[in-house]
């Protein structure tokens, strides 16, 4: 019994006496870099309220620059169950009809001349790219004074796009590290390696603000991507329950006829 009793006492130490154990020490100079090539949106297609919020984003933001030419926006309004006064009042452009395409009013020579690059129609872009890419390009926008826009991105190195949400997300700085790494015939090769971000220049939203302020962004690119989906994924709930009721009908139905054969 006191044996026992001794085993057991071990045993509810043994956590502490691990506990103890020093950690592996980290070498203090190497930083963990942030792995923002694997952050998800996280957006749900089924969220009417932060596609009302996307869309609103989007033509605020976004429409002065890029198309969404396969969406009316006598569509987006049904789908995202946006009334007519609200249509008028805050998506729809001045001079536009609810019957219209959206189409940016900026002409394609234009953006070719202004950015050296047209901005792209974004109809499909979460479907060509991915809703996390298009996520983590809006988020990893920093200052670099070596570009005609002032800023970089590490989604889309060199990327055209003024960083056009740079009011509610301030500027961040780039913190970079430069690698050494030792080829086959022993020449050392120098690049530089992003570690994390700095925000010397805050905007007008929190960190956590913004992160919702793309999401519903992206969100609103995901439907208009594949208007349907919204629709589906409602559409399953009522084929689910249907299905349910159906089974226990049929089941009813089986014990019924069987009564009088038995
Ligand atoms: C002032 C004009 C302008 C505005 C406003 C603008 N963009 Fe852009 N955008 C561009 C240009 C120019 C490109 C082309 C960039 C390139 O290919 O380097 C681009 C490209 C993109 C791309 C494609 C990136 C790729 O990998 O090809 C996405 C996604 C995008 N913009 C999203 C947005 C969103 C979302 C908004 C609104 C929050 C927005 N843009 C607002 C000019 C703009």
Known sequence: MRK?????????????????EPAAAAPAE??????????????????????QRGARNF?????????LKYNRYSRVAEDLKINDGQLSEYLLPAGSRKADYIITSLAYEDGEAWFGKAPPDLSLITRSKGSDYVYQFLKTFYADPA????????????????????????????????????????????????????????????????????????????????????????????????????TGLAYLLKKEYWRDVK
């Open 30 to 51: 190497e930083a963990v870099a942030i792995d923002w090539a694997h952050w998800q949106a996280g957006n749900e297609i089924g969220n009417t309220a932060s596609l």
């Open 4 to 20: 026992f009793a001794l085993l057991a006492t071990a045993f509810a130490l043994l956590p502490l006496a691990q506990a103890q």
């Open 147 to 246: 570009t005609p826009t002032g800023v970089n991105n590490l989604a889309l190195p060199g990327t055209a796009m003024p960083h056009v949400l740079s009011d509610l997300q301030g500027v961040q700085r780039g913190v970079f590290r430069t690698v050494e790494s030792k080829g086959a015939s022993g020449e050392i090769t120098r690049s530089e390696e992003f570690v994390n971000f700095d925000n010397p220049v805050p905007g007008q939203l929190t960190a956590a603000q913004y992160d919702e302020f793309v999401r519903d962004t992206v969100n609103f690119l995901d439907y208009a991507g594949e208007p349907y989906k919204a629709k589906r994924i409602d559409l399953g709930i009522w084929v689910t329950l249907f299905l349910l009721v159906f």
């Open 59 to 67: 033509m605020g933001y976004c429409a002065g620059c890029h198309s």
